[in-house]
T-cell receptor, first 117, second 114 residues
Framework: AQTVTQSQPEMSVQEAETVTLSCTYD???????LFWYKQPPSRQMILVIR??????QNATENRFSVNFQKAAKSFSLKISDSQLGDAAMYFC??????????????FGKGTKLTVNP | NAGVTQTPKFRVLKTGQSMTLLCAQD?????MYWYRQDPGMGLRLIHY???????AKGEVPDGYNVSRLKKQNFLLGLESAAPSQTSVYFC?????????????FGEGSWLTVV
């Protein structure tokens, strides 16, 4: 079974600075997707960024980018120019791309990000 | 755009009572999921469905039942609620296969069992 580990329960960053959230995963599959979800106090699950395992290029979405190291099974999220609205729980998630499977998301336990003004 | 809608949003139950959470999606998704979220545990999969009329167990299925009689609806039932089932419940859905690798979530249902 796949597992996702987020080793940082809490992180803090100064407004306008850069922060990196860590995520590692364990899988024997070669084809899969990786995601970062943001959960603000409202509890809504918001997709931040996604990465297809077959793509070597790291995904970017405005101030959010990832460092995907497939061999190391590492998928970190970098937030540049941090804003107060970035404060939230961040979840790393894995989804198998294997045909015929459930294609369910497996989540890490989350990292709580605080942004200090 | 309704997306994924969960009802009710909030509910307080007494131990031993039963209830059903309804999830409805209007995106014609094949896959539907029920997760629960507890402090420090992330989201854990309860049950899921890969199509109308099919369901399967996830990571934490005990104490819950599900049904998918219609493609757009996925019901989560608690037959005899226990305090350990106090949690936030999320429904999610997605397309089949690589045609849609993103899973869409509802806004959550807060359940307290006293």
């Amino acid at each position: 079974a796949q597992t996702v580990t987020q080793s940082q329960p809490e992180m803090s960053v100064q407004e306008a600075e850069t922060v990196t959230l860590s995520c590692t995963y364990d899988t024997s599959e070669s084809d899969y997707y990786l995601f970062w979800y943001k959960q603000p106090p409202s509890r809504q699950m918001i997709l931040v960024i996604r990465q297809e395992a077959y793509k070597q290029q790291n995904a970017t979405e405005n101030r959010f980018s990832v460092n995907f190291q497939k061999a190391a099974k590492s998928f970190s999220l970098k937030i540049s120019d941090s804003q107060l609205g970035d404060a939230a729980m961040y979840f790393c998630a894995y989804r198998s791309a294997q045909q015929g499977g459930s294609e369910k998301l497996v989540f890490g336990k989350g990292t709580k990000l605080t942004v200090n003004p | 755009n309704a997306g994924v809608t969960q009802t009710p949003k909030f509910r307080v139950l007494k131990t031993g009572q039963s209830m059903t959470l309804l999830c409805a999606q209007d995106m014609n998704h094949e896959y539907m999921y029920w997760y629960r979220q507890d402090p420090g545990m992330g989201l854990r999969l309860i049950h899921y469905s890969v199509g109308e009329g099919t369901t399967a167990k996830g990571e934490v299925p005990d104490g819950y039942n599900v049904s998918r009689l219609k493609k757009q609806n996925f019901l989560l039932g608690l037959e005899s609620a226990a305090p350990s089932q106090t949690s936030v419940y999320f429904c999610a859905s997605s397309y089949l296969g690589s045609s849609g690798n993103t899973i869409y979530f509802g806004e959550g249902s807060w359940l307290t069992v006293v």
